[in-house]
């Protein structure tokens, strides 16, 4: 299966600063099938960006998603204070669909 | 709008089984897959498996294998899942998600959880 390495675990950083999450994957992901979620406390995850780079449904554009291969970033260009939450990342181009292990972004 | 529904929180002793339902509606049941993602207290999310809603046909993790069944009743739109021989770390929050033909994860349930304590 596909490990998904997530880094860093925790990014501390103040609103209105760039955010640069990275998913880093153990062996190339099929068809840049990779998609980034957004989990807050006590809630469901949300998808933002499927396919490496599609931002789903409604998704503010300073979310973004770049990548291929093995190695993706999730880039917020502008913290929002409704953005600090736990990002996780998922392959689904081979089965089983694996997640990443997750990075908080945290208000410094 | 797409909404799935969870049923409510379980408790269950070791051993035991839980069947968690998972309502959609909103879009047409049988043209999207359904799969379901649990996450253990503090922990990360772990996808358990996939069931197509149009034929049946599933996917399960392999680390679930023989101890978890998923069905869907295209009756009434919703999926079922079903974990038996329950121990404790099994207790964590279970979501139901509809998967994308391609398999990313648009809409999520609310969530349900499963404590497993004697």
């Known amino acids: 299966e596909i490990v998904l390495t997530q880094s860093p675990g925790t990014l501390s950083l103040s609103p209105g600063e760039r955010a640069t999450l990275s998913c880093r994957a153990s062996?190339?992901?099929?068809?840049?099938?990779l998609a980034w979620y957004q989990q807050k406390p006590g809630q469901a995850p949300r998808l933002l960006i499927y396919?490496?780079?599609s931002r789903a449904t409604g998704i503010p554009d300073r979310f973004s998603g770049s990548g291929s291969g093995t190695d993706f970033t999730l880039t917020i260009s502008r913290l929002e204070p409704e953005d600090f939450a736990v990002y996780y990342c998922?392959?689904?181009?081979?089965?089983?669909?694996?997640f990443g292990q997750g990075t908080k972004v945290e208000i410094k | 709008q797409v909404q799935l529904v969870q049923s409510g929180a379980e408790v269950k002793k070791p051993g035991a089984s839980v069947k968690v339902s998972c309502k959609a509606s909103?879009?047409?049941?049988?043209?999207?897959?359904i799969s379901w993602v649990r996450q253990a207290p503090g922990q990360g999310l772990e996808w358990m498996g996939w069931?197509?809603?149009?034929?049946?046909?599933?996917n399960y993790a392999q680390n679930l294998q023989g101890r978890v069944t998923m069905t869907t009743d295209t009756s009434t739109s919703t999926a079922y899942m079903e974990l038996r021989s329950l121990r404790s770390d099994d207790t964590a929050i279970y979501y139901c998600a509809r998967e994308d033909n391609n398999g990313f994860l648009d809409y999520w349930g609310q969530g349900t959880l499963v404590t497993v304590s004697s």
């Open positions: 998922q392959q689904y181009g081979s089965s089983p669909w694996t």
């Open positions: 909103g879009y047409t049941f049988t043209s999207y897959g």
């Open positions: 069931i197509s809603a149009y034929n049946g046909d599933t």
């Open positions: 062996q190339s992901v099929s068809s840049s099938y």
């Open positions: 396919d490496a780079s």
